[in-house]
């Protein structure tokens, strides 16, 4: 794959383990996959990044191939949440990548479970290699946010979406509301919430 599809897929799968490990259908050995998935993507979606860019070989590559393959593994049986079901939305109305949608949606979907997930996001913290030592819990599920920041501009992930508008966005919170995936959000979320996330990747 080239470098841009290897950080889309690469974030995707990030996000795939980390709403999973969030979602309201996590349990023990979801959370197994999960937290291993993670520490796999945080290890080697840079190095992978760097090998597609120069096509050289490596361990990124074989590392990341694990990391989404475990990922999937616990996704695939408890679900995901308000990141995937925004990422749908932008997908289909702005063709914007997947992937690409995923990661500039993760850091605010975190942000925004984060008072009822902050336990998970600082073992997230953890799982991404953050040493968390003298950390409060909620200083280490802010430590989460900020690694998927900087993994996500490592990779070279842009910030905000071209062509998001504020008059599109009644239709894109609806659209998410109604996603498959925002049932397993940890957190509800009514109409005027989503449209404010949205707000947060306008150009």
Not at 20 to 25: L, P
């Amino acid at each position: 794959m080239p470098a841009g599809l290897t950080a889309a897929t690469g974030m995707d799968a990030l996000t795939h383990a980390i709403e999973g490990y969030t979602t309201r259908g996590a349990w023990e050995l979801s959370d197994m996959f999960h937290f291993k998935a993670i520490q796999l993507i945080s290890q080697n979606l840079r190095d992978s990044y760097a090998e597609a860019k120069s096509g050289q070989p490596g361990s990124g590559r074989e590392g990341m191939a694990l990391g989404q393959y475990v990922a999937g593994m616990g996704f695939s049986n408890v679900g995901l949440g308000i990141d995937h079901a925004m990422a749908h939305t932008l997908s289909a109305h702005y063709d914007t990548p997947h992937g690409v949608a995923c990661a500039m949606l993760l850091p605010i979907a975190m942000e925004y479970n984060k008072p009822v997930v902050t336990e998970r996001l600082a073992q997230v913290a953890v799982a991404m290699g953050v040493d968390t030592t003298g950390m409060t819990t909620d200083e280490a599920a802010d430590a989460a946010i900020a690694a998927v920041k900087q993994l996500s501009a490592d990779v070279n992930i842009p910030k905000t979406c071209d062509g998001l508008v504020e008059e599109d966005l009644d239709q894109l919170a609806s659209d998410a509301l109604a996603d498959a995936c925002y049932p397993g959000n940890p957190r509800e979320a009514d109409h005027e919430t989503v449209k404010e996330l949205f707000r947060k990747i306008m150009a």
